[in-house]
């Protein structure tokens, strides 16, 4: 049998250090295939309950009147979602605009927002105002506070409930993946704790969740369990490695309303927003999601074992339960974190030739070193890899449209990174 790792030149014991690794993620392995069969269950009795036709692929310009097709796909995602309404748009240009267009809609002058997971994501810092800028939710009279996550990575449910009780807060804040902090991806159970403990004092509260990374990832969605409405990016989980643009957002119906306002204008509805061609990869995409996600799970719990193998620092480890596509690897070494970078890049199906170096990227404030060769510009369900150059120089991994590719890259990049090749 031809051996595709001498295709690459993966050295004898690099290669059987992989299958060493393989076998002993074997049960982990088996749970995340049991999670994205019981996904993929889901999403099949949705397309069945709207139900989805051949009629639903068509496109729709201009106003985007009448396109039932887009009114298929969000009555899709409320199911899906467990929701009242959704918004799935091609208009989002990201995960970062979706989430800043939501908080937007829903926050007035003299609200205050409370974030509960810690300092949000780099890119959502200057949406918020934490980096400076004029176009900021602070800058027009948003009010903005937060609590971290304990030494454990637990939300401090007392302090939560403390300044529930003695402030007057429009919005709460929940990122479910970890950014750029060193932390766990907050579980669904986590979550639906914490939103009792808030609803025990605050019945009126928005409590809000950045979903991005974490679609399919467990049996439930966020807004399952009690949230009121969440965000995500479709070239991330949820398009499934097929959506060209867009994100959703699934929650309340008044909320979703507010929403769109923010998105087109006050007084456009959901009755607007061309689909420009793109229904079917969206279709497509939220049926084929938990499928790749199962393929981007299993690609970072064979990397965690295999770089735990190797004895780096990895979180989270090959064994803990996840709740995002997220593998931080912690090189404590600013030279090997680039060059397993470098490894990735050269990995990808796209852009193999090039060679990624850190550079100021916008919206971060430090210069970012990325891996990303994609076919959809910038999707992180497929494999990449990034990260700011500060210490403790850890990258952070995530995607795989399927299981066989990202673990090659792996294997390259690590190969790469030991100076092997």
Known sequence: MQSAYKLFNISNELEELARKSEKEVEPIFKQIEETALYNQAKVLKAFQNVPITQSHFTKSTGYGHGDLGREAIEKVYAEIFETEDALVRVQFVSGTHTIATALKGLLNYGDEMLAISGRPYDTLCTVIGLEENEMSLMNKGIKYSQIDLDEKDNFKCEEIKEYLKNNKVKLVHIQ????????????????????????????????????????????????????????????????????????????????????????????????????????????????????????????????????????LNVFPSSTDKRSDIVQIINFGDKDKLIKFIQGIQYASPIDSNVVPMPWSMPGYADEVIMAAGTFMEGASIELSADSPMREPYAAYMQGGLSYESAKLAILIATQKMLGDN
């Open 176 to 311: 479910r993946s970890r950014g750029y902090e060193v932390r766990k991806a907050l579980l669904i159970s986590d979550i639906e704790n914490v939103i009792k403990q808030i609803r025990s004092v605050d019945k009126d509260v928005i409590i809000f969740v950045d979903n991005c990374y974490g679609e399919f990832t467990e049996e439930m969605e966020p807004t399952a369990v009690g949230a009121d409405i969440c965000c995500g990016s479709l070239i991330k989980n949820a398009g499934g490695g097929l959506c060209e643009m867009g994100g959703y957002v699934c929650g309340k119906e008044a909320l979703i309303e507010k929403v769109v306002q923010e998105l087109y204008c006050p007084g456009l509805g959901k009755e607007n927003g061309a689909t420009l061609g793109q229904n079917q990869n969206i279709i497509q995409g939220i049926f084929m999601a938990p499928t790749v996600v199962e393929s981007a799970l299993k690609a970072m719990v064979f990397a965690s074992k295999l770089l735990e193998n190797l004895g």
